[in-house]
């Protein structure tokens, strides 16, 4: 008991100074955002950011605590991932089941500085559900029946992976290492799956613009890797993407391929209350410039065919919210 | 009865003729020459001979015979701060005591000094210094001094009339006399005080006297009876108003002189308040001033538009976050407060810094060009900063910097995520309510 109270003393206080940092070098990155926020262009764009007026739906998490991601299932349902459970919710945010997971044990989550990591949603041994994280490689088993969750972990660590649905609890993942996956590309800088076609998508960077005040926007290709469940062979042009101004820092975090559009987030920081993150929305055939954009703070993203969800943790870790927000106002 | 009468005046007259040729017969005995004093540091020539004048008057009232001041100056030509000289010169023109004296001038003060020289003995029978009241009063105050010197020097230099027969030469025509000729002395002159403060008060600085008026500023002058030289002291006022206190020497070089400008007290005002961040809609406010206009409060509804993606040359390189056409209808109401520390300092101000604080409002209704009902949120968030003002006649301009807050409250908004901070350049308009 007194070594779990000096632990969670601790990773306050690990998470006290972490915010702490990145309050200070958010303000130091943000100062010149603030100047700009005087502009017409810029004070609506901050307005909006938080005023979105395409959120459409917004639901409060209740009965978990420590949220720390977000899942989408290929279908539209969402997951809230929080330490001691996983609330599923329509593709309309009402919430259907709430599973628990063992209380002792709680779900890993993992915070390793390449941005929030993303979690798949596979259909499990019969109709329940699974979920999955690409990079630690936890495989979470979610039975309807009683509500509770069987936790896995399947491999150690890898740059992605993904794990085929209707698989039993044997199921091995591809996993996707970093090293030989930059030497077959070097390019490459984010993978995503299509759990629909199926088919595993990478996005390369071609071409990067420093722009002023510690900005950069970039030109990249949505590829296609095949085959898509193993080591890939061979790499096919799918569409151009433009990607904005971004601050500079930011890296890509993850590639959502969806039906019509692909959604591709760039960031930084992986804990949820630090995230600072970009989404755009591309038309996946068309590619080019961003038909959305969402800037957020404190929010992590994923998108479904129509929508993006994005979640937030409260700063008591005691519960958080989930808000759908449609592509256009 | 007639006889009676006659008797006793006859009476009357003798014994006048007595008294005065009693009053002849020793008077004979002390002949004052009284120098014109002499100004100090600067101070203006204007009042040398009225207090050498008025002087002689009163000593020649209290029978001491006074040689001409003509024949003084043709045996001195210079001014008398040489005592040797003008004990000499005295005693040339026949004269048994000298009186010497000079006189400074400060600011709205007047402070002389004296001394009569009895020639028989060459001592300094009599030294004192005085001082009293400059400006408007400088010729009550000449008066005062001379009688006070005189009285001094009758007493300092044995009175040559016995008090009998002062009693009998005393006349209040002679004082009226006096008077007249001390009214005379001055050159009157006539100053045009020009203001655009019409109505504005002009008193004379004289808190003794409860600084009495001296006119009305009425069609953008008022003229103002002085006498050259003068030393003016003044206090312009008007109701709702600041008052301006200003001192100049009047002269019939220039006759006349503006006043400055009075600054309006605030009060309760409205404004009309733009920001650079939302161009497209204005503010309508009420603020009211506290504490010696030290601390003001304010309440504002605004209603403004704003696009989610602006025309290109307001971008000024910004790219829009939501790039479609429409926007969002913004309700804005607030509420705050605002500091002039230098108003407690120096009121009359026209050019006033503040700090403020306050509680802004949004309530946005989200023009949707797609899909679904539109958006309504709302959100609370404080401000604070600082600003400029410049109050002119019954308006005022102001120019403010303020931050804003993220969201402390907020409903249909992206809760959870961290809102940002910004920045607002306001610029507004006050009339008086």
């Given at each position: 008991m007194v070594a779990s109270r000096t632990g969670a003393r601790h990773r306050h206080l690990a998470r006290l100074r972490a915010g702490a940092l990145a309050l200070a070098a958010a303000l130091l990155l943000s100062a010149c955002d603030l100047l700009l926020s005087m502009l017409p262009q810029a004070g609506a764009n901050a307005a909006f950011?938080?005023?979105?007026?395409?959120?459409e739906t917004s639901v409060r998490i209740n009965g978990l605590s420590e949220v720390f991601n977000i899942a989408v299932a290929p279908d539209g349902r969402v997951f809230a991932i929080a330490r001691n459970g996983v609330a599923e919710y329509s593709s309309e945010l009402a919430l259907l089941k709430t599973y628990y997971a063992d209380a002792a044990e709680g779900i890993q989550r993992r915070e390793d500085g390449n941005g929030p990591e993303e979690w798949q949603v596979t259909n499990g041994p019969g109709v329940d559900p699974v979920l999955f994280a690409t990079r630690s490689g936890v495989a979470l088993y979610l039975f309807s029946s009683a509500g509770t969750i069987y936790q896995r972990k399947l491999f150690d660590m890898s740059y992605y992976a993904v794990i085929e649905s209707t698989v039993d609890f044997n199921a091995v993942p591809v996993a996707y290492q970093e090293e030989p996956l930059l030497l077959f590309d070097p390019l490459i800088r984010v993978l995503g799956v299509d759990f629909i076609a199926p088919a595993l998508y990478s996005i390369r960077e071609q071409a990067r613009v420093a722009l002023a005040n510690g900005f950069n926007s970039y030109n990249a290709t949505l590829d296609l890797l095949t085959p898509w469940f193993s080591f890939p062979s061979s790499v096919s042009f799918a569409a151009d993407l433009t990607i904005p101004r971004v601050r500079s820092e930011f890296s890509v975090h993850r590639l959502y391929p969806r039906n019509g559009i692909v959604a591709l987030v760039m960031g930084s920081g992986s804990y949820i209350g630090e995230v600072e993150s970009s989404t755009f929305i591309y038309d996946r055939a068309l590619g080019g410039q961003p038909i959305a954009r969402f800037d957020m703070r404190g929010a992590i993203t994923a998108a479904s065919d129509s929508a993006l969800y994005a979640i937030t943790g409260d700063r008591d870790d005691k519960g958080g919210w989930i808000h759908k927000l449609r592509f256009r106002p | 009865m007639a006889l009676t009468r006659a008797r006793a005046i006859l009476l009357v007259i003798l014994a006048a003729a007595v008294a005065a040729g009693q009053a002849g017969a020793q008077a004979a005995a002390r002949r004052v020459a009284v120098y014109e004093f002499v100004p100090l540091a600067g101070s203006s020539a204007a009042y040398a001979r009225l207090f050498a004048d008025s002087l002689a008057l009163e000593l020649e009232r209290q029978g001491y015979r006074i040689v001409a001041a003509a024949r003084l100056k043709e045996l001195l030509a210079v001014p008398a701060t040489d005592l040797a000289a003008a004990v000499a010169a005295a005693r040339f023109a026949g004269a048994d005591v000298a009186v010497v004296g000079f006189y400074l001038i400060e600011g709205q003060r007047i402070r002389i000094g004296a001394r009569a020289v009895d020639l028989a003995s060459e001592a300094v029978a009599l030294s004192l210094e005085a001082e009293g009241a400059a400006g408007f009063d400088i010729f009550d105050t000449i008066d005062a001094l001379s009688a006070d010197l005189a009285a001094r020097v009758r007493v300092a230099l044995e009175p040559v009339l016995k008090s009998e027969t002062i009693v009998e030469r005393e006349e209040i025509i002679v004082e009226t006399v006096v008077v007249e000729e001390v009214l005379e002395l001055g050159t009157p002159i006539t100053v045009a005080l020009l203001s655009g403060d019409e109505g504005a008060v002009v008193r004379a600085e004289d808190p003794a006297r409860g600084d009495p008026e001296l006119g009305v500023v009425n069609e953008g002058r008022l003229e103002l009876a002085t006498k050259e030289g003068a030393a003016l002291a003044l206090i312009v006022g008007k109701e709702g108003h600041y008052p301006k206190r200003l001192s100049f020497t009047a002269s019939a070089a220039e006759p006349e002189r503006r006043l400055p400008r009075l600054t309006a007290k605030p009060a309760s005002e409205l404004f009309f308040r733009a920001a650079l961040d939302r161009p497209f809609g204005l503010e309508l406010g009420y603020r009211r001033y506290l504490l010696a206009e030290s601390l003001a409060v304010d309440a504002a509804a605004g209603l403004y538009f704003v696009p989610y993606a602006y025309p290109a040359f307001m971008r000024f390189g910004v790219d829009p976050t939501i790039d479609e056409l429409g926007g969002a209808v913004d309700l804005s109401l607030g509420a705050a407060a605002a500091f002039y520390p230098l108003s407690l300092l120096v009121p009359s101000l026209r050019l006033r810094p503040f700090i403020h604080a306050g509680l802004g409002s949004d309530l946005t209704l989200a023009l949707a060009a797609g899909s679904g009902s539109p958006p309504i949120s709302w959100t609370l968030r404080g401000l604070g900063g600082l600003g400029l003002r410049y109050g002119g006649r019954g308006y005022s301009l102001a120019l403010a910097l303020s931050f804003i807050s993220p969201a402390m409250l907020s409903l249909?908004?992206?809760?959870?995520t961290e809102s940002p901070m910004g920045l607002r350049l306001s610029a507004e308009v006050t009339l008086p309510w």
């Open positions: 950011a938080y005023a979105d007026p395409r959120l | 249909g908004a992206l809760q959870g």
